[in-house]
């Protein structure tokens, strides 16, 4: 598909096609499950009031993902939350956290850098497009996020 989407067509396309990836973005980004649903479905009602029109599906996703990180930003700062792990997430029996756990524990640029490129699939400059960064400023996000993790995980491949 790669026509201009808008109104209910953009909407219908979104939650047909996005809506796991939205719920993605804001689990990541919350530190409850609640609290995930309800910025998934705030999304799709800022999608709804939305009058303008996408170029095409990926414009419209990465809106989709902006409004997602913006509106979990927002959650954490009226809230003064701070980022901690879901208490319905059980650890594995070895007691060792998984590595998604870690990427949550991360300062909050480099939890999005690394979400949104290994686990989204985004480069460097589509993530840059979508957090309204310059790419440079990505790719440090990445390099320092991957060197935190290592430092808390151990040895593992950059890639």
Known sequence: MSEKLSGSD?????Y???TDTVYRVAAHNTSNIS??????????????????????????KAWLIRVTVNLCHSL????KRQTELDGNIVAPENGEL???EYVKALPENYRNAIYLHYYE??????IAE?????????LSWLKRGRELLKS???GFDDE
């Open 10 to 14: 953009a909407f219908n396309y979104a």
């Open 16 to 18: 047909e096609n996005f």
């Open 35 to 60: 609290d995930a649903e309800d910025i998934t479905q705030d999304v799709f009602v800022k999608l709804l009031e939305k009058t303008r029109s996408f170029k095409n599906p990926e414009h419209l």
């Open 76 to 79: 954490y700062r009226s809230s």
């Open 98 to 100: 998984k590595v998604i």
């Open 121 to 126: 699939g985004y480069s460097a400059g589509e």
């Open 130 to 138: 979508i957090l309204g960064s310059k790419q440079n400023t990505v």
């Open 152 to 154: 808390q995980i151990g």
